[in-house]
Each structure stands twice: as structure tokens, then as C-alpha cells.
């Protein structure tokens, strides 16, 4: 049965906005840290953004000021809120998380194997 599984994916013009949701089971969301990366055709793995959970969070250069990570306890959801997207956010993009970690944060997260890992959704954004 799978841990995380994301949705909301799909394929907006540049400017346009999307919502990413990972829905977790009881397991994955006592993790301690959360976040999503993305990954396109011939490049690394890239972290995207991390929650942890006092809620703090932390995001790549590439996205600071246009994604906001969130969470829904009620839900045991993971979101993603993309906005002003541009061609190069095209990627597939994974929900993560890894039960107890030091700090939480893009940067310890992308140097770990983590705990848990969803399938994936793909963001496609045309010019």
C-alpha cells in the first residue's frame, strides 16, 4: 500500500498556478520532515521544498517566492501551491519524507535516503 501518493499534476501556460496535494498515511505524516522535488528527463533530482514540523520551512532559489509548502492535519495531506509557474518548473515532482532527521531542511533532506517516497505527478508549463 502506498505511503504517499500525490495528485493535482497537470499542464498550465507560463503565469499559470497549481495546486499539488500527497495524501499520507498515518505513518508518513508522523514524519518529522516533509517535502517535495522535482525531477526532469536528463537532470538530478531536485529538492523543492521542506516542511518541518514546528513549521518551518525552506525552499530551493529557484521556486522562493512563488511555491508555498502546507500541510492539512485534518487531512494528513502534503501540499504544494504553485504560482507565476514557468517552463522550466516542467518536471515530475514527488512528495518525501524521512520519520526523524536533525534538521530539516532541503539541503539535509536531499542528502539522505529517505523514509518514504510517492510516485510522482507531472507539471508541464508551455510559453
Known amino acids: 500500500q502506498a505511503q504517499l501518493v500525490e495528485s493535482g499534476g497537470g499542464s498550465v501556460q507560463a503565469g499559470g498556478s497549481l495546486r499539488l496535494s500527497c495524501a499520507a498515511s498515518a505513518d508518513a505524516y508522523s514524519s518529522t520532515c516533509m517535502g517535495w522535488f522535482r525531477q526532469a528527463p536528463g537532470k538530478e533530482r531536485e529538492a523543492v521544498a521542506s516542511l518541518y514540523r514546528d513549521g518551518t520551512t525552506t525552499y530551493a532559489d529557484s521556486v522562493k517566492g512563488r511555491f508555498t509548502i502546507s500541510k492539512d492535519n485534518a487531512k494528513n495531506t502534503l501540499y504544494l501551491q504553485m504560482n507565476s509557474l514557468k517552463p522550466e518548473d516542467t518536471s515530475m515532482y514527488y512528495c518525501?519524507?524521512?520519520?526523524?532527521?536533525?534538521?530539516?531542511?532541503?539541503?539535509?533532506?536531499?542528502?539522505?535516503?529517505?523514509?518514504?517516497w510517492g510516485q510522482g505527478t507531472q507539471v508541464t508549463v508551455s510559453s
Open positions: 518525501a519524507a524521512e520519520r526523524y532527521i536533525w534538521k530539516c531542511s532541503i539541503t539535509t533532506m536531499s542528502g539522505r535516503s529517505l523514509d518514504f
